[in-house]
């Protein structure tokens, strides 16, 4: 579809408004530009309590570090090593109840090619990492009660 240059910023807000995953763009400082509606159903924020606030919302205390050292690695790179690829991870909704969520990155340019920020997609994945995770301990149980039995 296309549209004319004057229709685009309304255009493009309402693509990430209505989006099926969580948007969330942060500038180089980590604070919340971007917060969709899919981000205020998977994390539990509104926008209001979202925008303007660090990421440190959504990342668990014991992840932090590791997050805020890989965020600054690919923000000096101006990209990330999981460009392509989604990434499961824990994360925490407004109530402090963790859930897993895949993520998707990429660095955010300007015309010049300067860093804007980081610009992630998130899809709650919580319902499918247990019942996979309940997989795995079922099949470990039925492997060792074959080999007791053999």
């Not at 998977?42 to 919302?57: D, S």
């Not at 990342?59 to 090593?81: D, N, Q, S, V």
């Not at 990492?129 to 074959?146: I, V, W």
């Amino acid at each position: 579809m296309k549209t004319d240059a004057t229709q685009l910023p309304d255009f493009a807000e309402r693509l990430v408004e209505q989006a099926p995953d969580a948007i969330v763009f942060a500038d180089t400082a980590g604070t919340i530009h971007v917060w969709n509606a899919a981000a205020e159903r998977i994390f539990g924020f509104t926008g209001r309590e979202a925008l303007g606030a660090n990421l440190n919302i959504i990342i668990p205390e014991r992840l932090r570090e590791a997050h805020w050292r890989g965020f600054e690695r690919a923000l000096g790179e101006r990209t990330t090593k999981y460009a392509g690829q989604a990434l499961p991870t824990r994360s925490t909704r407004s109530d402090g109840t963790p859930i897993y969520v895949e993520l998707s990155f990429s660095i955010v340019l300007d015309e010049k090619g300067d860093v804007l920020g980081a610009l992630a997609h998130a899809r709650d994945i919580t319902e499918r990492f247990e019942k996979e995770r309940l997989d795995r301990k079922r099949l470990q149980e039925l492997e060792k009660a074959l080999d007791r039995k053999i």
